[in-house]
């Protein structure tokens, strides 16, 4: 029972890469999400996916870009890192939306130099 | 607006102690739902307690209790006889609608023994 996954743990990439994080879950939910934690502001929502093939920008989109063309899999790609980008991201799903309960993944640390 | 504040950043206290971390919300949406997390060390989100607008009810887990107030729109987390391992950084949420979740900036709790 994996629950929800996300890969790599740790990441240290250089300024101007493309860098994708993975996430996957197996319950089925129908709602995934994307937030950055960064020291001071908690967690913060990025994108946010309803079903397959949907999706919606959240709080701090910019520079970022998700898909979701399986309702298990939702991938955050950084189209060209900038160390502002530097953060915990966390991966969470969820069956209902913002009203049920969300599961965390357990976090990708990434570096940007 | 909606907006959550966790006024207190950091909280130490010692073995045994009650220990009462705040939260404050704002929102106009008269349905809503509110949520606490806890990031221990490790790093992962563990889910506490959902509650929604409508359920007023005091809530008690073992030692830990919350209390909802809708009229200073507040809902407090209290635990009980602390332990070192509830040293985390915990984090109140605020739902609004399908899909958007609001965190607070966290308040970091440090046990010591």
């Known amino acids: 029972d994996a629950g929800i996954t996300q890969s790599p743990r740790y990441k240290i990439t250089e300024t101007g890469r493309q860098v994708t994080l993975m996430c996957h879950q197996t319950w089925s939910h129908s709602y995934m999400f994307w937030y950055r934690q960064d020291l001071g502001h908690g967690l913060r929502l990025i994108y946010y996916?309803?079903?397959?093939?949907?999706?919606d920008k959240g709080e701090v989109p910019d520079g970022y870009v998700v898909s979701r063309s399986k309702t298990e899999n939702f991938p955050l790609t950084l189209e060209s890192a900038t160390r502002s980008q530097t953060s915990v991201y966390f991966c969470?799903?969820?069956?209902?939306?913002?009203?049920?309960?969300?599961?965390f993944g357990p976090g990708t640390r990434l570096l940007v130099l | 607006a909606q907006k959550v504040t966790q006024a207190q950043t950091e909280i130490s206290v010692v073995e045994k102690e009650d220990v009462t971390l705040d939260c404050v919300y704002e929102t106009r949406d008269t349905t809503y739902y509110l949520f606490w997390y806890k990031q221990p060390p490790s790093g992962e989100l563990v889910f506490l307690i959902r509650r929604n607008s409508f359920d007023e009810q005091n809530e008690i887990s073992g030692r830990y209790s919350w209390n909802f107030q809708k009229s200073t729109s507040s809902f407090n987390f209290t635990i009980t006889a602390s332990q070192v391992v509830d040293s985390a950084v915990y984090f109140c949420?605020?739902?609004?609608?399908?899909?958007?979740?609001?965190f607070g900036a966290g308040t970091r709790l440090a046990v010591h023994p």
């Open positions: 996916s309803a079903a397959a093939d949907i999706t």
């Open positions: 969470a799903s969820s069956d209902r939306g913002g009203e049920e309960t969300q599961y």
């Open positions: 949420a605020l739902s609004r609608g399908y899909n958007k979740l609001i």
